[in-house]
C-alpha cells in the first residue's frame, strides 16, 4: 500500500499551499453528504480541470483513506495535498476541506433549534438527503467502470458489496479483504 502511495505522490508537482487550500476549501464548501459525496467534485476539479491526478490514482487515494482510521475526506485530502506539497500541502489540503463544514456547523449550532419546527426545512433535508443518494449512485456507477476489468475484480467487487450491504460490516473490513484478494491474484498470475 504505502509502495503505491509513494508512487503516487512522485507524479504531483510541487505546488503553492495556498492554490491548494483554495481548491480544497472549494470542494469542502461544495460537498454535502460526507466523503463518497465528494468524489464528483475530486474528479471534476483534482482530475480533470487540474490535471493533478487520474480517476484511478483519485480512486487509489479513496481506497487508502477508507482503510485508513478518520474520515474520508480529511484522508482523501491529506494524501492529495501531501502529494502536492508535502506538509505544507497536507495541512493547506486538510485545512481547506475542514474549515467549510466547521464554519457551516457553527452556523447551523447556533440557529438550528429556531429551524428544527418549521416544517418546509424539514421538507428540505429530505430533498437534500435524496439528491446526495443520487450523486452517491451517480459516483459509485463511474467508479464501477472503472474499477471491474475482469472477472476476479468483478467478484471482488460482488463480495464486498454483499458484505457491506447485506452483512452490516464495518466498511473497512471489505476494503482490506478486497487489498488482501487482489494482492493474492496477481501473485498467483491472476488478472486486476
Known sequence: MFNKLNTLNKRFKPSDPFETFAVFFKIGA????????????LQRDIV??????T????????AISQSLPGIVAANTAMLIGYGRGKIPGLAAAVLGIALPS????????????????IESVGHAFNGIRAAVAALVAGTAV???????????????????????????????????????????????????
Do not use: H
Not at 48 to 53: D, I, K, P, S, Y
Not at 172 to 178: D, F, K, L, M, S
Open 55 to 62: 480517476d484511478e490514482e483519485v480512486l487509489d487515494y479513496y
Open 142 to 192: 463511474k467508479m464501477l467502470e472503472g474499477c471491474v476489468r475482469d472477472s476476479a475484480s468483478a467478484a471482488i467487487f460482488l463480495t464486498a458489496l454483499a458484505a457491506f450491504a447485506f452483512m452490516d460490516v464495518y466498511p473497512a473490513i471489505p476494503v482490506v479483504a478486497g487489498a488482501l484478494a487482489g494482492a493474492a491474484l496477481k501473485g498467483r498470475g491472476g488478472s486486476l
Open 30 to 41: 461544495l460537498t454535502f453528504g460526507g466523503g463518497y459525496a465528494m468524489l464528483p467534485l
Open 48 to 53: 480533470q480541470r487540474l490535471g493533478w491526478a
Open 102 to 117: 466547521l464554519l457551516i456547523i457553527l452556523a447551523i449550532a447556533m440557529f438550528i433549534e429556531n429551524f428544527l419546527y
